[in-house]
């Protein structure tokens, strides 16, 4: 499971603030990659998640900009509303097309982009969820040659979705909640 690896993608959807509250805390302020985080959430609402996060982890946490730049050693979160989409100069582009999964940022929208620009240097992470969103993405990683992993489903507040991340086959590594900061700590980024 080393190896070179430039970016770090993850979503969720039901029970994600905790999970999310449980791993990104964990991780150093030099940790040196970028991680950008789909989390599923009510379009009308303005984002908090930058500011809740932000007071917990050791890592800058800002929302993601349109044509912003993705910079290692930050926490990326999509904005409520929009679709968050990996361009293949890395940065950022914000989309209003149409919900994927009933979903809009989607998980398999940010997989998906973030799969064409990073190639086998990408890590993806299914998290807690109650839909099938991210497996479409998880497929695509895979077939980039990227690492894959979801939450153990019996650790999840909803099991869906890491549990139809695993059914793809493109899983690499299954861990428990508690083990996932440590595991991504342990990556060999060169």
Known sequence: MKGRYDAIVIGCSSGGLEALGRILPSLPPDFPLPLIVVMH????????????????????????????????????????????????????????????????????????????????RLVALVLTGANRDGSHGIIAVGAAGGLCMAQQPETAAASEMPAAAIATGKVNVVLALDEIAEFLVSLEIT
């Open 41 to 120: 959430m009510p379009q009308e609402d303005k984002s908090l998640l930058p500011e809740i996060l932000g007071k917990k982890c050791r890592m800058p946490v800002v929302e993601a900009t349109d044509k912003g730049n993705i910079a290692p050693g930050a926490i990326y979160i999509a904005p409520p509303g929009y679709h968050l989409l990996v361009e293949g100069d890395e940065t950022f582009s914000l989309s209003v097309d149409p919900k994927v999964n009933m979903s809009r940022p989607s998980v398999d929208v940010l997989f998906e982009t973030a799969a064409d620009t990073y190639g086998d």
